[in-house]
T-cell receptor, first 114, second 112 residues
Framework: DTAVSQTPKYLVTQMGNDKSIKCEQNLGHDTMYWYKQDSKKFLKIMFSYNNKELIINETVPNRFSPKSPDKAHLNLHINSLELGDSAVYFC?????????????FGPGTRLTVT | GNSVTQMEGPVTLSEEAFLTINCTYTATGYPSLFWYVQYPGEGLQLLLKATKADDKGSNKGFEATYRKETTSFHLEKGSVQVSDSAVYFCALVTGTASKLTFGTGTRLQVTL
C-alpha cells in the first residue's frame, strides 16, 4: 500500500551516462514534484507537474528532463551525468485541494556519479 | 522571495529533555507553515502544519504555533525520546503553485 514509490533506491553510475528515476503515486493526487537533497541535507524543488502539465521549473540544467506520462507518474531523466548531480532525489505528490497543501514524499533515490 | 531560517544543528539532548528548534521565515503573502521529519534513510514525513496566524499544529507530542508578529514557527516537545532522533525541516508554501520552501534542516540526536 505504498503511497509514493521511487525506483531505483540506489543508483551508481559514471560521468557522462544517461539515467532515469521513476516515481509513482497511488494517492490519486494531481500534482507531483521532484526535489534534490544535497550532501548537507538542503532540499530544493526542481520541477512540479499538475495533471501532466509542467507548472514549476526551477533553475535546473536542461540535462534534467521530467516526463509525466499520466498524473500518477513523474519520471526524471538525466543526460550526461556530472559529479555534481550526486544527491538524493525525492519525488512528492499533493492533492488537488489547495486547503490541504501537504506533500507526500517518496523514500528517495540516492544517485552517486563517479 | 520566500525563505526559511532554522537553527544550526546538530542538537544533542538526553532522553526526556525539552526540545525547541527555532524557525523563522520571510514570505510574500500569507504562508502556510509545516514541519517535516526525516528519519535516517527515509523520505520526509509531514509532522505538523499551521495554515494561519495563531494556529497551533501538533502531532506525536510535538507542537508549533504560527506567530505572524515574529514570523516564527518554533518546534517544541516536552520530553524527547531516542526514537525522535532525525532531521527536522521547517517549510512554507504560498500561493497556488504549492511550491515548498525548506529550511536547511536541524539534526536532532537524543541519547539515553
Amino acid at each position: 500500500d505504498t503511497a509514493v514509490s521511487q525506483t531505483p533506491k540506489y543508483l551508481v553510475t559514471q560521468m557522462g551516462n544517461d539515467k532515469s528515476i521513476k516515481c509513482e503515486q497511488n494517492l490519486g493526487h494531481d500534482t507531483m514534484y521532484w526535489y534534490k537533497q544535497d550532501s548537507k541535507k538542503f532540499l530544493k524543488i526542481m520541477f512540479s507537474y499538475n495533471n501532466k502539465e509542467l507548472i514549476i521549473n526551477e533553475t535546473v540544467p536542461n540535462r534534467f528532463s521530467p516526463k509525466s506520462p499520466d498524473k500518477a507518474h513523474l519520471n526524471l531523466h538525466i543526460n550526461s551525468l556530472e559529479l555534481g548531480d550526486s544527491a538524493v532525489y525525492f519525488c512528492a505528490s499533493s492533492p488537488r485541494d489547495r486547503t490541504l497543501l501537504e506533500q507526500y514524499f517518496g523514500p528517495g533515490t540516492r544517485l552517486t556519479v563517479t | 522571495g520566500n525563505s526559511v531560517t532554522q537553527m544550526e544543528g546538530p542538537v544533542t539532548l538526553s532522553e526526556e529533555a525539552f526540545l525547541t528548534i527555532n524557525c523563522t521565515y520571510t514570505a510574500t503573502g500569507y504562508p502556510s507553515l509545516f514541519w517535516y521529519v526525516q528519519y535516517p534513510g527515509e523520505g520526509l514525513q509531514l509532522l505538523l502544519k499551521a495554515t494561519k496566524a495563531d494556529d497551533k499544529g501538533s502531532n506525536k507530542g510535538f507542537e508549533a504555533t504560527y506567530r505572524k508578529e515574529t514570523t516564527s514557527f518554533h518546534l517544541e516537545k516536552g520530553s524527547v525520546q531516542v526514537s525522535d532522533s532525525a532531521v527536522y525541516f521547517c517549510a512554507l508554501v504560498t500561493g497556488t503553485a504549492s511550491k515548498l520552501t525548506f529550511g536547511t534542516g536541524t539534526r536532532l540526536q537524543v541519547t539515553l
